[in-house]
């Protein structure tokens, strides 16, 4: 499209107040979209990488369709395009010994513990939850922990609450999972590790996806 996309402003709420003032109602959902695509793609230029062909492609065909199909076809490419990307990030961060190792046999259990380790250290909303329910050994009340949130990231930390809540939901589920010894879904550990890279509503888009198919996968297990 030819609008401003989400680099041309400071913060992501100026870019959502653009697109609810300037952009016709019509045609908002696409410009979200879109602007989901840009922010992807600038993930690929700061890195120097060429922005895949075949994305570049779908792009050019998803141009000349009519809403709603455009919409829902950009939405489906954006989710194609950010498991590509989290491969090119996580591939990029492990050296070659650390591939052959993560490529050697390791249970389900050993790769969870791995990714909760990770998220402790690197990610720190669900640092915040952890830090929480290790200093109460696991005696969590529900509206301590809601106004905990809100002294910690403050009362206008609306979209830092809900994702760190969902935080806590995923832990959970997580533990859960090591626990049973159950293995994770295809590419749930990569999307994971680097979930809490993303801002504005891409990273909840992403967390309640995570959630749903971690949640849809214990599911299965149990009915199994």
Same mark, same amino acid.
């Given at each position: 499209?030819?609008?401003?996309?989400?680099?041309?402003?400071?913060?992501?709420?100026?870019?959502?107040?653009?697109?609810?003032?300037?952009?016709?109602?019509?045609?908002?959902?696409?410009?979200?979209?879109?602007?989901?695509?840009?922010?992807?793609?600038?993930?690929?230029? $700061?890195?120097?990488?060429?922005? &895949?062909? +075949?994305?570049? %492609? /779908? @792009?050019?065909?998803?141009?000349?369709?009519?809403? *709603?199909?455009?919409?829902?076809?950009?939405?489906?490419?954006?989710?194609?395009?950010?498991?590509?990307?989290?491969?090119?990030?996580?591939?990029?961060?492990?050296?070659?010994?650390?591939?052959?190792? $993560?490529?050697?046999?390791?249970? &389900?259990? +050993?790769?969870? %513990? /791995? @990714?909760?380790?990770?998220?402790?250290?690197?990610? *720190?909303?669900?640092?915040?939850?952890?830090?929480?329910?290790?200093?109460?050994?696991?005696?969590?009340?529900?509206?301590?922990?809601?106004?905990?949130?809100?002294?910690?990231?403050?009362?206008?930390?609306?979209?830092?609450?809900?994702?760190?809540?969902?935080?806590?939901?995923?832990?959970?589920?997580?533990?859960?999972?090591?626990?049973?010894?159950?293995?994770?879904?295809?590419?749930?550990?990569?999307?994971?590790?680097?979930?809490?890279?993303?801002?504005?509503?891409?990273?909840?888009?992403?967390?309640?996806?995570?959630?749903?198919?971690?949640?849809?996968?214990?599911?299965?297990?149990?009915?199994?």
């Amino acid at each position: 499209m030819d609008s401003k996309t989400p680099a041309d402003f400071g913060n992501h709420n100026d870019w959502i107040s653009y697109v609810r003032d300037q952009i016709p109602a019509a045609e908002r959902a696409y410009a979200l979209a879109c602007g989901r695509t840009e922010l992807f793609k600038s993930f690929y230029e $700061v890195r120097k990488q060429t922005f &895949p062909l +075949e994305f570049v %492609q /779908e @792009l050019a065909r998803i141009r000349l369709l009519c809403d *709603p199909a455009r919409t829902d076809d950009l939405e489906s490419l954006n989710e194609r395009i950010f498991v590509s990307l989290t491969d090119l990030l996580f591939n990029e961060s492990q050296p070659k010994i650390a591939e052959a190792a $993560v490529s050697a046999s390791v249970s &389900p259990r +050993e790769q969870i %513990q /791995e @990714l909760l380790d990770h998220l402790e250290k690197k990610n *720190p909303y669900f640092a915040l939850w952890t830090a929480y329910k290790n200093e109460l050994a696991g005696d969590i009340d529900a509206g301590d922990w809601e106004r905990y949130l809100y002294q910690e990231l403050g009362i206008d930390g609306g979209d830092e609450v809900a994702f760190t809540n969902a935080m806590m939901e995923l832990d959970r589920l997580l533990l859960h999972f090591r626990d049973k010894n159950l293995p994770l879904p295809k590419y749930f550990f990569e999307r994971t590790w680097f979930l809490h890279y993303l801002r504005g509503p891409e990273r909840m888009l992403q967390t309640r996806s995570l959630l749903n198919t971690l949640t849809a996968e214990l599911g299965a297990c149990t009915s199994a």
